[in-house]
């Protein structure tokens, strides 16, 4: 059975800082791309940033560039989104997701999701 559990949201300052971690199982995580997805209030979800499976390639959301680093530790069986210099607009749920096949914009892709980490971030 897969399942992904995130962690590591909270409430921060604007300029802060949040790690936030993806745990799955019930698959073999170096088999596949893991990408963070975020959701704002009355917003429709949308893709921040993916790491692919097979040459570690990452990808990030325009608005995010620079600011978040997305990593994976197979072994650990770990995948994080490190997030700095957060801004307000950074406020939403965020998920992480499996991808087979490389990482997509499209979100009907992603095969299975986590149940969200709320990040909030303050003016």
């Known amino acids: 059975q897969v399942q992904l559990v995130e962690s590591g949201g909270g409430f921060v300052q604007a300029g802060g800082s949040l790690r936030l971690s993806c745990t799955p199982s019930g698959f073999a995580l170096d088999s596949y791309s893991m990408g963070w997805w975020r959701q704002a209030p009355g917003k429709e979800r949308e893709g921040i940033s993916c790491?692919?499976?097979?040459?570690?390639?990452?990808y990030y959301r325009d608005s995010v560039k620079g600011r978040f680093t997305i990593s994976r530790d197979n072994p650990k069986r770990m995948v994080y989104l490190q997030m700095d210099s957060l801004k307000p607009e950074d406020t939403g749920i965020y998920y992480c997701?499996?991808?087979?096949?490389?990482?997509?914009?499209?979100?009907?892709?992603?095969?299975?999701w986590g149940q969200g980490t709320q990040v909030t971030v303050s003016s």
């Open positions: 790491i692919n499976n097979v040459n570690g390639g990452t």
């Open positions: 997701a499996v991808v087979a096949r490389g990482c997509n914009e499209r979100m009907s892709v992603y095969g299975s």
